[in-house]
């Protein structure tokens, strides 16, 4: 199910972009700021209902934490450091995205903290199998780039209509398959870390 393992598809639109960016001298840093400003933005617009916010902005933490890597790749100044500071960068961007939806009134705060634990816990078992040698794993059934399209897809049907689904909001919803799928997920990352070791 995971998206990321259609990165290279996606290489076609990313490299006029990317070019563009080396053009204007923006920096894989550059858009890691970027990318976490959007996020916290996107946090705030959903604390306070603006979904239109919310979701424009999860669309640009999107495109610019693609981004980042691939300017890097590019200009070929990839380094642990922009490593380290990308994924630091993301698990805050995620927190600051679902802990925007659950505090506010879109979605109950247990269902959000369940959602949290499963996106954390997933993302932690991804880079711990880089930690202990066997290399970034991107598998399972949800990574990065699926709750990114799963939110925004939330984001643009909430805007369409705010119905409830069998009495939760469609943030609700999303947030429950975070926690179930993510969960499934940092299982899934165990296993095959576990496997290799």
Request: net charge negative; proline share 0%.
């Given at each position: 199910m995971t998206l990321d393992s259609y990165r290279d598809h996606v290489k076609p639109i990313i490299d006029p972009v990317v070019a563009a960016c080396i053009r204007l001298k923006i920096t894989p840093?550059?858009?890691?700021?970027?990318?976490?400003?959007?996020?916290?933005?996107?946090?705030?617009?959903?604390?306070?209902?603006?979904?239109?916010?919310?979701?424009?902005?999860?669309?640009?933490?999107?495109?610019?934490?693609?981004?980042?890597?691939?300017?890097?790749?590019?200009?070929?100044?990839?380094?642990?450091?922009?490593?380290?500071l990308d994924h630091t960068v993301d698990r805050y961007a995620d927190i600051f995205m679902i802990c925007g939806i659950f505090a506010g009134p879109l979605c109950p705060w247990q269902i959000g903290v369940f959602g949290l634990t499963g996106v954390l816990m997933a993302s932690y078992l991804g880079t711990q199998a880089q930690a202990v040698g066997i290399g970034r794993f991107y598998g399972g059934f949800l990574g990065r780039a699926d709750r990114l399209i799963l939110l925004i897809g939330a984001g643009i049907v909430s805007l369409i209509s705010s119905a409830l689904i069998i009495g939760m909001s469609i943030f609700a919803w999303i947030l429950l398959i975070f926690g179930i799928f993510g969960h499934i997920t940092a299982v899934q990352r165990f296993m095959h870390v576990w496997k290799q070791l």
């Open positions: 840093d550059c858009c890691t700021a970027i990318s976490l400003v959007a996020a916290a933005i996107a946090g705030i617009g959903f604390y306070f209902s603006e979904i239109g916010i919310g979701t424009l902005c999860i669309l640009f933490n999107a495109v610019f934490d693609a981004l980042d890597g691939s300017i890097a790749r590019a200009m070929n100044i990839q380094s642990l450091r922009g490593d380290f």
